[in-house]
T-cell receptor, first 114, second 112 residues
């Protein structure tokens, strides 16, 4: 089954404790992206990757890191989480970065930073 | 930068009522436009899309027409069902395809 998976689905942590949210897709997609969803703000793009070893900032990259060492994986790293990073996070992928390409979303990771 | 504005919810309708959710955008060039739907506890799914002016996207009884002159992409359905209750997001993908910009989302509640 074609899908985007994220782990963990739920995470409670404390300020300053490094964490990684994994994202993996099995569709051989070149383009992957991370979003955060906050009430009233919709989804905002954090980082995206056009291909292996190619990443770029989205609208809200501060406090986040990403890497793309393999085509299927695109982990999101919070080196020193803060309470304002409490949010619902989605990973997505698409077959290339074309303007008409549909993005496929993972199920989401709900993060609470105390 | 690019932006998407959609009507705030929640929108509450009775079953079989007509639905319109307004969406307008600001972008340079010729973006593609999308409607995504999010059911409770799930990720986003593509509902429909349009890639050029005057294109009409349609799926599951929903329709939206890409209106470049009014920079709009309003979502419509002639007869909603309880199962349509969800949050709907309007989005655009920029000319280069790198960025996807979302509106704030509109919650739809359909009552039997």
């Amino acid at each position: 089954e074609a899908q985007v998976t994220q782990n963990p689905r739920y995470l409670i942590t404390v300020t300053g404790k490094k964490l990684t949210v994994t994202c993996s897709q099995n569709m051989n997609h070149e383009y992957m992206s991370w979003y955060r969803q906050d009430p009233g703000l919709g989804l905002r793009q954090i980082y995206y990757s056009m291909n292996v070893e190619v990443t770029d900032k989205g609208d809200v990259p501060e406090g986040y890191k990403v890497s793309r060492k393999e085509k299927r994986n695109f982990p999101l790293i919070l080196e020193s989480p803060s309470p304002n990073q409490t949010s619902l996070y989605f990973c997505a992928s698409s077959n290339g970065g074309g303007r008409g390409e549909t993005q496929y979303f993972g199920p989401g990771t709900r993060l609470l930073v105390l | 930068g690019d932006s998407v504005t959609q009507m705030e919810g929640p929108v509450t309708l009775s079953e079989e009522a007509f639905l319109t959710i307004n969406c307008t955008y600001t972008a340079t060039g010729y973006p593609s436009l999308f409607w995504y739907v999010q059911y409770p506890g799930e990720g986003l799914q593509l509902l429909l899309k349009a890639t050029k002016a005057d294109d009409k996207g349609s799926n599951k009884g929903f329709e939206a027409t890409y209106r470049k002159e009014t920079t709009s992409f309003h979502l419509e359905k002639g007869s909603v069902q309880v199962s349509d209750s969800a949050v709907y997001f309007c989005a655009l993908r920029d000319n280069a395809g790198n960025m996807l910009t979302f509106g704030g989302g509109t919650r739809l509640m359909v009552k039997p």
